[in-house]
Nanobody, 122 residues
Framework: VQLQASGGGLVQAGGSLRLSCAASGHTFSDHAVGWFRQAPGKEREFVAAIRWSGGSTYYADSVKGRFSISRDNARNTVYLHMNSLKPEDTAVYYC????????????????WGQGTLVTVSS
């Protein structure tokens, strides 16, 4: 599975962005797809995830109510809709896919995209 993350950019605080994670070489089918982020000098942290089968979603407390994750079966793509962005959301965002029963740990994922930079200015 190859993952391509895109959609990052520079946005003012309070603005919105939509990140995309497109898969090639395999369909997501039974995977969970997650988004993680890594700010400068910090560890990579869980943001959100969705189970392809059934569509269950999971969010970090820091983004609940502001971010939403969705999937497009036909495009084999997962989206992260980010609203009410804050400067502390600034990070490189990575998408990942895995088959684990849990979805919030880095080790739950076998495949990783290259990352897309989100910068939120105050």
């Amino acid at each position: 599975v190859q993952l391509q993350a895109s959609g990052g950019g520079l946005v003012q605080a309070g603005g919105s962005l939509r990140l995309s994670c497109a898969a090639s070489g395999h369909t997501f089918s039974d995977h969970a797809v997650g988004w993680f982020r890594q700010a400068p000098g910090k560890e990579r942290e869980f943001v959100a995830a969705i189970r392809w089968s059934g569509g269950s979603t999971y969010y970090a407390d820091s983004v609940k109510g502001r971010f939403s994750i969705s999937r497009d079966n036909a495009r084999n793509t997962v989206y992260l809709h980010m609203n009410s962005l804050k400067p502390e959301d600034t990070a490189v965002y990575y998408c990942a896919a895995g088959l684990s029963d849990t979805v919030i740990y880095l080790t739950d994922y076998n495949y990783w995209g290259q990352g897309t930079l989100v910068t939120v200015s105050s």
